[in-house]
């Protein structure tokens, strides 16, 4: 990728769980210098387990680790004096969290009028904003447990897109407001909250409300924009989704598996003659597929410009040859010295991935560099470690 593209901005990150640490996340991998702030002993979601088991190897590559005791007066004057020297600061705790430990943005700004403020809630101002959320609260609040589930069950996605999307959306806050202090030397405070976060990704579904009257149905009941836009049986038990979502590219299907019958019918011609024909259509492209092995179809299909797709599962990543061959996957080592592969950020700069080998930071790792970075001399860092204001 060349110079880093964040190259030069330093970051002090008080964060936990998942919602902040994609902020500083990717920040660090676009080049930006993270400073992670942890109690003594670690952040505690490094020992999550079962789902949560992820969250810290995945969110915290390429960060340092600074542990503060923010109980203690003399680490919250570390704390502080890390904050005020960073270019950007990042924090999800409680509304009013940073405030009571005098590390909230009014204050940290009327010190260091450049800095850029990035707080990450369950809501912003409003009715709502002392609530508690998690990404599960925000998903069934804002509509998306609903569009996923059947009829009446509602369900959660199967991953924490609100709080990692919710994450984006602070970064990008941070990077714009970066740009602005490029012209006016102005820091900014930064806000993105999960409800607010969901209620975008849902504004589809509310564009389709005031277009056509309709409330929009639940995703596994809805009624398909396209007549051929399923998950269909194989013929060794398998599972491929298939869409057929222009005109064009019904006329390349039915070629391409010799329904000819099919298209010599000018009343399946135009998509939406296509869906009106779905209760009749449907299982006869369903049996027509079952007659070819997972591999059979999608050896007919690659090439063809008709979108296909396994149903993956997420364990299949570390070897799919696409992510591989691409640098989609970057080694992490692990907090215990094992290896891994974990994915990097979905773009590409000049041609090239942005993310490169990364070491997890064991808790406090980086203590007394970052001590020694904010001018601070050995006794004055042994004194406060024997104190236990940092670790």
């Known amino acids: 990728m060349g110079e880093a593209l964040l190259a030069g901005i330093r970051v002090a990150e008080f964060t936990h769980m998942v919602m902040g640490p994609t902020v500083g996340a990717i920040l660090a991998e676009l080049g930006a210098e993270v400073v992670k702030v942890e109690a003594i002993g670690g952040d505690a979601t490094r020992r999550l387990m079962g789902s949560g088991a992820g969250y810290f190897p995945m969110y915290n590559r390429g960060k340092a680790s600074i542990c503060i005791d923010l109980k203690s007066p003399d680490g919250l004057g570390v704390a502080r004096r890390l904050a005020v020297s960073a270019d950007v600061v990042i924090e999800n705790f409680r509304p009013g969290a940073m405030d009571r430990l005098g590390l909230g943005a009014g204050s940290l700004r009327a010190e260091n009028p450049r800095l850029i403020y990035c707080s990450e809630k369950g ?100 009624v398909s924009a396209w007549a051929i836009y399923d998950v269909f049986e194989t013929a060794d038990g398998e599972q491929l989704f298939v869409g057929v ?121 980086d203590t007394r560099a970052v001590l020694a970075g904010l001018g601070l001399g050995e006794a004055e860092i042994a004194a406060l470690l024997q104190a236990g204001a940092v670790g």
């Open 123 to 222: 809501f912003l101002p409003g009715p709502y904003e002392n609530r508690t959320a998690l990404d599960e609260v925000a998903q069934m609040m804002g509509g998306l447990a609903y569009m996923t589930g059947p009829p009446g069950r509602p369900l959660r996605a199967g991953a924490s897109v609100i709080d990692v999307t919710g994450g984006m959306f602070g970064a990008i806050g941070v990077i714009a407001a970066l740009e602005r202090r490029h012209r006016t030397g102005e820091g900014a405070t930064i806000q993105a909250g999960l409800f607010e976060t969901t209620a975008y990704l849902m504004g589809q579904h509310m564009a389709q409300m005031a277009v056509t009257g309709v409330p929009a149905a639940p995703m596994p009941a809805r």
């Open 245 to 365: 979502v222009t005109d064009a590219l019904w006329a390349k299907f039915c070629a391409l598996f010799g329904l000819d019958d099919l298209w010599a019918d000018a009343g399946l011609r135009a998509n939406n003659a296509r869906v009106a024909a779905r209760p009749t259509l449907l299982p006869r492209i369903q049996a027509e597929l079952k007659r070819f092995s997972k591999a059979e179809l999608m050896a007919r299909l690659d090439g063809s410009g008709l979108p296909f797709a396994p149903i993956g599962k997420p364990e299949e990543l570390f070897d799919d040859p696409h992510l591989l061959a691409g640098g989609g996957l970057a080694p992490v080592v692990l907090a215990d010295g094992r290896s891994t592969m974990l994915p990097v950020l979905p773009i590409a700069v000049d041609g090239a991935r942005t993310g490169g080998p990364a070491t997890l930071p064991k808790p406090g790792a």
